[in-house]
């Protein structure tokens, strides 16, 4: 027979989401853990990400938008060679990771351009040029 817990408030279900914490957590671990680090920043003509990915190689990353969301995809291969080694610890991670980036209303999708040179993954996002929404007169048909 199964004991129901009670907690302070009384109810038995205050205890359930509890449970589940540390698997929350560990989620948001794994999750962080396969996100490379970046910057944003702002300039008065475009938006630019800065993202590193140290020992991945170009070919291995893609880049993608749709619909204002920036989206980077990869993969840090590992090349083991095992040959007369021992290893006492690895630090290094390596598999796949993605990150998205939502983009602010005025980027213009279609120019944004990625460049790739010493583990930094340049995003650079141009804006769109601000325009002012002229008036205009609508002319009234009589039937």
Avoid: C
């Avoid at 008065?44 to 990353?61: C, F, H, R, T």
């Avoid at 060679?81 to 980027?107: A, C």
């Amino acid at each position: 027979m199964v004991e129901k817990s009670h907690t302070a408030s009384g109810t038995e279900s205050d205890w359930w989401p509890a449970l589940y914490d540390p698997l929350r957590r560990m989620g948001k671990r794994i999750a962080d853990f396969f996100a490379p680090d970046a910057d944003a920043a702002a300039t008065e003509d475009k938006y630019v990400i800065n993202v590193e990915l140290p020992g991945v190689a170009a070919e291995d990353v893609e880049v993608a938008v749709h619909d204002h969301v920036l989206t980077l995809k990869g993969e840090k291969k590992s090349e083991h060679e095992e040959t007369g080694k021992s290893y006492f610890f690895s630090e290094r991670r390596y598999g796949s990771f993605q990150r998205s980036f939502r983009l602010p209303p005025d980027v213009a999708e279609d120019e944004i351009s990625a460049e790739f040179s010493n583990g930094v993954l340049t995003l650079s996002a141009p804006k769109h040029a601000a325009t002012e929404p002229q008036p205009r007169r609508i002319s009234v048909e009589q039937k």
